[in-house]
């Protein structure tokens, strides 16, 4: 059985985007594989950032995974920096990443050209990641598309490390995708994200999510109610095959064709769909956190876990890289 390694940065609560391109799928896969899920703290702290408001969007983050339906007994979920030797293996990989990779990733050359004083730490994030997957000796990472280039570059670490130092001892991983690998904001213009403040999170409230679908943009051709549309070019269409049955989407594509539906009509019946399957969620994520001490024992034993792993890769790893190890130097 293959491993599966993710991990998903702590934005606070999940939105629309990051659950239809990974999480969605990171449930589905805890019945088929052992997975390993992360939220990842030491990747969030290379954009800026207060720290109370970190460990609070961190806890915020574990609800909406275990409410969307990570089940501790099924995978394991950990936080990043509670499992120290992902830094430790990120620093070993540095030593192996051409500088020229870093410097190509478009997540690094989008963010560096938004920032005054770009750090160190924005570059490598990549080799962090890397560390993370490595770290476990995943062979499968469910992700959303914009993921894909820093798993190829966490494929070169791989390589470029068992090269030197063990053939085979990493295995390459591989990106898991869907058919929502990439969700567009409601602005229509870019990837839905938190930064770009386009976003739908999966606990708001009816009312939130329907004030925010209802100006949402839509096939830019369906001037008047009376234009027929072209669902495929529409992002609330692409939500309806996200969370609509499949009848329902057929219905919807005919009656924007058709102009039958006004856009108002197809997005009161998204909305519909989305709460049939995010109702559920919400509940959940209540009663969770009116249990933070369950919460917090699901992270301790992920960690616990997580770490006796870890130690047992970095064992080999220091072994074959002739890095000195705790108990030689006390024999
Ligand atoms: P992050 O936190 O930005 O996103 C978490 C996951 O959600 C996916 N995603 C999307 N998919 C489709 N449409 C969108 N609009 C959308 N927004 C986000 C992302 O592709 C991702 O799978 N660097 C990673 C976190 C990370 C990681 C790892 C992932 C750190 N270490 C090791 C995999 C393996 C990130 O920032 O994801």
């Not at 072209?230 to 692409?238: G, K, L």
Request: proline share 5%; net charge negative; glycine share 6%.
């Amino acid at each position: 059985m293959s491993r599966i390694f993710s991990g998903i940065q702590p934005s606070g609560e999940l939105h629309i985007g990051n659950y239809l391109g990974a999480v969605r799928n990171w449930v589905r896969l805890q019945d088929q594989h052992e997975c390993i899920y992360s939220i990842v703290d030491y990747h969030a702290i290379t954009g800026t950032y207060e720290p109370e408001d970190l460990r609070r969007r961190t806890r915020e983050m574990a609800i909406s995974l275990l409410a969307a339906g990570l089940d501790p007994e099924k995978c394991t979920l950990f936080v990043q920096s509670m499992v120290p030797e992902h830094t430790e293996l990120a620093w070993i990989f540095n030593t192996v990443t051409p500088l020229g990779e870093l410097e190509r990733q478009t997540q690094f050359k989008d963010k560096a050209s938004r920032q005054e004083s770009v750090m160190a730490g924005l570059l490598n994030y990549p080799v962090l990641q890397a560390a993370d997957i490595l770290l476990y000796r995943a062979s499968l990472v469910p992700v959303g598309e914009d993921q894909v280039q820093h798993l190829e570059l966490s494929r070169e670490i791989a390589r470029r490390w068992n090269a030197r130092f063990g053939e085979d001892f990493f295995p390459e991983p591989q990106p898991l995708l869907t058919p929502t690998r990439r969700i567009m904001g409601l602005d229509g213009q870019a990837k839905m994200s938190k930064s770009m403040g386009n976003t739908i999170g999966i606990l708001e409230t009816d009312e939130a999510i329907w004030a925010k679908l209802r100006p949402a943009v839509t096939d830019p051709a369906r001037v008047r109610r009376t234009d027929p549309g072209t669902p495929e070019v529409c992002n609330i269409y692409h939500l309806h095959r996200a969370f609509s049955d499949p009848a329902t989407v057929e219905h919807v594509a005919t009656q924007c064709r058709t102009a039958g539906w006004g856009c108002i009509e197809c997005k009161q019946v998204l909305l519909e769909s989305m709460t049939r399957e995010l109702g559920p969620i919400r509940e959940r994520a209540a009663e969770l956190r009116a249990r933070p001490e369950l919460v917090s024992e699901v992270l301790y034993a992920g960690a616990e876990r997580c770490r006796a792993i870890a130690r047992e890769t970095m064992r080999e790893v220091k072994e074959r890289m002739g890095l000195a190890e705790l108990s030689e130097v006390t024999r």
